[in-house]
């Protein structure tokens, strides 16, 4: 008799046991997933910000040459190192130059 009750307690206390790990395994897990949720959310964030003032940047930008805005450049190398933004009606200008097509 003396030995189940043991047997008993000793399956009760090993139950208990992983009971208690299971427990604090699931709120691991849960104060991990906010930790990671928290940091998509700040480099979402992040993302969107630094993405909106890219586009606007690269929204249309103005032919070197003729000064017109053009939607579509096409960027040369000038002699001075400089990058330059070509229209289409002034590629042949640029390559008259023989300047680096980037
Ligand atoms: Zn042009």
């Given at each position: ?85 070509v229209?289409?009606?002034?590629r ?11």
């Amino acid at each position: 008799m003396g030995m189940s009750l043991t047997a008993i307690w000793t399956i009760g206390g090993i139950i208990g046991a992983l009971i208690l790990a299971w427990a604090l395994f699931k709120i691991g897990g849960k104060v991990r997933d906010k930790a990671e949720a928290s940091k998509v959310i700040k480099m979402s964030l992040y993302k969107s910000r630094s993405g909106k003032s890219g586009k606007g940047k690269a929204d249309k930008k103005t032919c070197s040459f003729c000064k017109k805005k053009s939607a579509r450049l096409a960027f040369y190398a000038s002699e001075t190192g400089q990058v330059i933004g070509v229209c289409d009606a002034c590629r042949p200008q640029a390559e008259r130059r023989a300047l680096n097509r980037l």
